[in-house]
């Protein structure tokens, strides 16, 4: 019999090395005469195990990581191209991968089959359960659909947290001759990585997802904007696009049910701010990427002025699950307005970084210490950025916080797209607020003063701070520009900045008392 | 250079039916094809795409992506972004800065590295992060900066 090994091909393993070990083995594999297959998968999402390889012995896959191109010799002669000898108990070996407790205490109602199939063969898709969504949809009519989307309590889940029964409904209501699906696969927050995740892991669910929202709100276009950081999502994301294609899974009659969808992929340009739902759109229409005014809402007046539906790639990746297995089975998972799950992202200084689907109501501190591990470094976690760039510090007080929408706002907090960055206690808070401002600066797309100008103003200010200059005026003037700020920036960008210069300031005020020092006094 | 990046932007505009909406698209292909988006380029796509150059100029400048000057042999990109931070990736930046003589965003003397920030690659869990010639890489310590930077002949 042959034996299967699995290596990933996600973007985050190969930059750890996963085509080279793939190469080493092919290679050993060969050179002993065997016959084995590799399925290059994407990612479990335990990226401290990348490249994690997976042998199958007696039909359960058994993991090795990490492993480096130097570790495939013992690998081999400990019986791996056998798939048995005494490969148990070569160092490397994890066990059998699906009891891992990372994995086996997650919820994965989306990211079920990433790390586990190809992601390109939709035979394997439907084998795990996909298209049955598509399948139910396809028995509702267009308001049944929304009305199911409705229920389950999903929501937008880019950061605004908007209920996306509503916006469909809302697109779905407006006449319009057409109507376009618009994918927001911009994932430019640091520390989330979820969409490119499934984007090349499972990219089928996003195309299922995005199909539903087609047929529940009557558009029969689709696009689907990656940014250019991301070549290993946009190569994978337009193989499936065509194979969908060819399988009659898109175009003019999508599943054999007389019903049209297609969907296109845009590639950014490197701008943080196309993320933002308008700015997003005007870059589709190929203009430089100025946030719009709203009203208009885009379900209203969207893509080239039509009512257009604009979710996060998640957002789409859950609609599957709420209609192939009901509403409430979804909005059973969760706390509060926050229903289902949410794919979190465990990044920066963390011990087991990597994706951790859950669902709402996990506590912060569990997911930093407990899930995570802790630091890398092993140093005490002084502070955890929550929700992206535009997010919240918060500090080891506030580990009690539930990950959930509603108690993050009450904390002047943000969950955002669901990363979460953790630094160790070397980090300095007055440059984190420092660099929250000059990221926004650097970010702006310069529509409005507040956001163009009290960058630049805030950064410069803080460059007092930390040069000991009037401390007390000069925090008052940072505390007064980030109000200015947060009420009077047309979108989040401008808006949010706020959030991690004012969490720094309040959680952690002594990295801001400094005593003057000279101006060319060295770091 | 002039008379053939006009005809190379003719061409790909063409080939995406002179449609403005495709403008990144094909600016993302005339930078592939000549290393850059040269002024006479610019000039080509306003005329093809019936824009203004002021639009078109706009577009160029607006996204990070975009370069009016050609870039070294190779292009290093190394993440600054919050998750990269946390794991010492602003040590790296200045390392490289250091052994290419350059800050970041400018391009060794000897042509050979341009050396660029990038805001977040994806990678966050195992980071710091970098691309080089669109290769990503991932953990990136100061040996293996140095040994990338080797590579690239710098």
Same mark, same amino acid.
């Given at each position: *019999?042959?034996?299967?090994?699995?290596?990933?091909?996600?973007?985050?393993?190969?930059?750890?090395?996963?085509?080279?070990?793939?190469?080493?083995?092919?290679?050993?594999?060969?050179?002993?005469?065997?016959?084995?297959?590799?399925?290059?998968?994407? !990612?479990?999402?335990?990226?401290?195990?990348?490249?994690?390889?997976?042998?199958?012995?007696?039909?359960?896959?058994?993991?090795?990581?990490?492993?480096?191109?130097?570790?495939?010799?013992?690998?081999?002669?400990?019986?791996?191209?056998?798939?048995?000898?005494?490969?148990?108990?070569?160092?490397?070996?994890?066990?059998?991968?699906?009891?891992?407790?990372?994995?086996?205490?997650?919820?994965?109602?989306?990211?079920?089959?990433?790390?586990?199939?190809?992601?390109?063969?939709?035979?394997?898709?439907?084998?795990?359960?996909?298209?049955?969504?598509?399948?139910?949809?396809?028995?509702?009519?267009?308001?049944?659909?929304?009305?199911?989307?409705?229920?389950?309590?999903?929501?937008?889940?880019?950061?605004?947290?908007?209920?996306?029964?509503?916006?469909?409904?809302?697109?779905?209501?407006?006449?319009?001759?057409?109507?376009?699906?618009?994918?927001?696969?911009?994932?430019?927050?640091?520390?989330?990585?979820?969409?490119?995740?499934?984007?090349?892991?499972?990219?089928?669910?996003?195309?299922?997802? *995005?199909?539903?929202?087609?047929?529940?709100?009557?558009?029969?276009?689709?696009?689907?904007?990656?940014?250019?950081?991301?070549?290993?999502?946009?190569?994978? /994301?337009?193989?499936?696009?065509?194979?969908?294609?060819?399988?009659?899974?898109?175009?003019?009659?999508?599943?054999?049910?007389?019903?049209?969808?297609?969907?296109?992929?845009?590639?950014?340009?490197?701008?943080?701010?196309?993320?933002?739902?308008?700015?997003?759109?005007?870059?589709?229409?190929?203009?430089?990427?100025?946030?719009?005014?709203?009203?208009?809402?885009?379900?209203?007046?969207?893509?080239?002025?039509?009512?257009?539906?604009?979710? =996060?790639?998640?957002?789409?990746?859950?609609?599957?699950?709420?209609?192939?297995?009901?509403?409430?089975?979804?909005?059973?998972?969760?706390?509060?307005?926050?229903?289902?799950? *949410?794919?979190?992202?465990?990044?920066?200084?963390?011990?087991?970084?990597?994706?951790?689907?859950?669902?709402?109501?996990?506590?912060?501190?569990?997911?930093?210490?407990?899930?995570?591990?802790?630091?890398?470094?092993?140093?005490?976690?002084?502070?955890?950025?929550?929700?992206?760039?535009?997010?919240?510090?918060?500090?080891?007080?506030?580990?009690?916080?539930? /990950?959930?929408?509603?108690?993050?706002?009450?904390?002047?907090?943000?969950?955002?797209?669901?990363?979460?960055?953790?630094?160790?206690?070397?980090?300095?808070?007055?440059?984190?607020?420092? /660099?929250?401002?000059?990221?926004?600066?650097?970010?702006?797309?310069?529509?409005?003063?507040?956001?163009?100008?009290?960058?630049?103003?805030?950064?410069?200010?803080?460059?007092?701070?930390?040069?000991?200059?009037?401390?007390?005026?000069?925090? !008052?003037?940072?505390?007064?520009?980030?109000?200015?700020?947060?009420?009077? !920036?047309?979108?989040?960008?401008?808006?949010?900045?706020?959030?991690?210069? *004012?969490?720094?300031? =309040?959680?952690?005020?002594?990295?801001?008392?400094?005593?003057?020092?000279?101006?060319?006094?060295?770091? | 250079?002039?008379?053939?990046?006009?005809?190379?932007?003719?061409?790909?505009?063409?080939?995406?039916?002179?449609?403005?909406?495709?403008?990144?698209?094909?600016?993302?292909?005339?930078?592939?094809?000549?290393?850059? &988006?040269?002024?006479?380029?610019?000039?080509?796509?306003?005329?093809?795409?019936?824009?203004?150059?002021?639009?078109?100029?706009? &577009?160029?400048?607006?996204?990070?992506?975009?370069?009016?000057?050609?870039?070294?042999?190779?292009?290093?990109?190394?993440?600054?972004?919050?998750?990269?931070?946390?794991?010492?990736?602003?040590?790296?930046?200045?390392?490289?800065?250091?052994?290419?003589?350059?800050?970041?965003?400018?391009?060794?003397?000897?042509?050979?590295?341009?050396?660029?920030?990038?805001?977040?690659?994806?990678?966050?869990?195992?980071?710091?992060?970098?691309?080089?010639?669109?290769?990503? &890489?991932?953990?990136?310590?100061?040996?293996?900066?140095?040994?990338?930077?080797?590579?690239?002949?710098?």
């Amino acid at each position: *019999m042959t034996v299967r090994i699995y290596i990933p091909k996600d973007a985050a393993a190969i930059a750890v090395g996963a085509d080279k070990v793939a190469g080493a083995l092919k290679q050993a594999a060969a050179g002993a005469g065997r016959v084995v297959e590799i399925v290059r998968t994407g !990612s479990r999402g335990m990226m401290w195990l990348e490249p994690l390889v997976e042998v199958e012995i007696a039909g359960v896959r058994h993991g090795f990581g990490t492993v480096e191109p130097e570790d495939v010799a013992g690998l081999v002669s400990a019986g791996l191209l056998e798939g048995g000898g005494s490969l148990q108990g070569h160092p490397k070996a994890l066990g059998p991968v699906d009891k891992i407790g990372y994995l086996a205490r997650q919820t994965r109602l989306m990211f079920g089959r990433c790390g586990v199939t190809d992601p390109l063969s939709l035979e394997a898709y439907r084998a795990h359960g996909g298209y049955k969504g598509l399948e139910r949809a396809l028995s509702l009519t267009p308001a049944g659909i929304v009305d199911e989307v409705a229920k389950s309590g999903l929501r937008g889940r880019g950061g605004a947290g908007f209920p996306t029964g509503i916006k469909w409904k809302t697109v779905h209501d407006t006449a319009g001759e057409q109507k376009y699906i618009v994918c927001n696969a911009d994932e430019g927050d640091s520390g989330t990585f979820a969409d490119r995740m499934l984007m090349e892991g499972d990219p089928f669910l996003l195309i299922e997802g *995005m199909t539903i929202a087609g047929l529940a709100v009557g558009a029969t276009k689709g696009v689907i904007y990656v940014r250019s950081e991301y070549p290993h999502a946009i190569a994978a /994301f337009n193989a499936a696009i065509a194979i969908a294609r060819k399988a009659g899974l898109l175009g003019s009659d999508v599943a054999s049910s007389k019903r049209a969808f297609d969907l296109e992929v845009r590639i950014g340009a490197g701008a943080y701010v196309c993320g933002e739902e308008t700015a997003l759109l005007e870059s589709l229409e190929g203009r430089r990427g100025i946030v719009r005014a709203k009203p208009p809402l885009p379900a209203h007046k969207g893509l080239f002025g039509c009512p257009t539906v604009i979710n =996060n790639v998640l957002t789409f990746a859950a609609a599957p699950f709420v209609l192939a297995e009901g509403a409430k089975t979804y909005a059973d998972y969760g706390m509060g307005r926050s229903r289902g799950t *949410m794919p979190i992202q465990l990044a920066g200084n963390i011990k087991y970084g990597g994706l951790y689907e859950t669902a709402f109501g996990v506590k912060l501190g569990e997911l930093v210490d407990d899930i995570g591990g802790g630091t890398a470094t092993g140093r005490p976690v002084r502070a955890v950025q929550v929700g992206g760039p535009l997010g919240a510090y918060f500090p080891r007080a506030l580990f009690d916080t539930p /990950f959930d929408y509603e108690a993050f706002t009450a904390r002047d907090g943000l969950i955002g797209h669901g990363g979460v960055v953790v630094f160790d206690d070397t980090v300095d808070m007055a440059k984190q607020a420092r /660099f929250a401002f000059e990221f926004c600066a650097i970010e702006s797309c310069g529509k409005c003063t507040p956001c163009r100008i009290g960058s630049t103003r805030g950064a410069e200010t803080i460059d007092k701070i930390m040069a000991g200059e009037g401390p007390d005026d000069h925090l !008052s003037l940072v505390t007064d520009l980030c109000n200015t700020m947060k009420f009077g !920036s047309l979108c989040a960008l401008g808006g949010f900045t706020p959030y991690p210069v *004012m969490s720094a300031l =309040n959680h952690f005020p002594e990295d801001f008392r400094r005593t003057p020092r000279m101006p060319q006094a060295a770091e | 250079m002039t008379a053939a990046a006009d005809t190379t932007a003719r061409e790909i505009a063409a080939e995406h039916g002179n449609r403005a909406d495709a403008l990144i698209e094909i600016l993302h292909q005339v930078q592939a094809a000549l290393g850059h &988006v040269p002024e006479a380029a610019v000039r080509t796509l306003a005329d093809a795409l019936n824009l203004s150059r002021a639009e078109v100029h706009g &577009v160029v400048t607006f996204y990070h992506d975009f370069r009016d000057k050609p870039a070294g042999r190779h292009v290093l990109k190394i993440c600054r972004a919050e998750a990269c931070q946390a794991m010492g990736g602003e040590a790296l930046v200045a390392r490289a800065e250091d052994r290419l003589g350059v800050a970041c965003g400018g391009t060794s003397a000897d042509g050979r590295v341009t050396l660029e920030p990038i805001y977040c690659l994806g990678l966050c869990a195992t980071g710091p992060s970098a691309m080089l010639d669109g290769e990503v &890489v991932g953990r990136l310590t100061a040996p293996k900066l140095d040994a990338l930077l080797k590579g690239a002949g710098a």
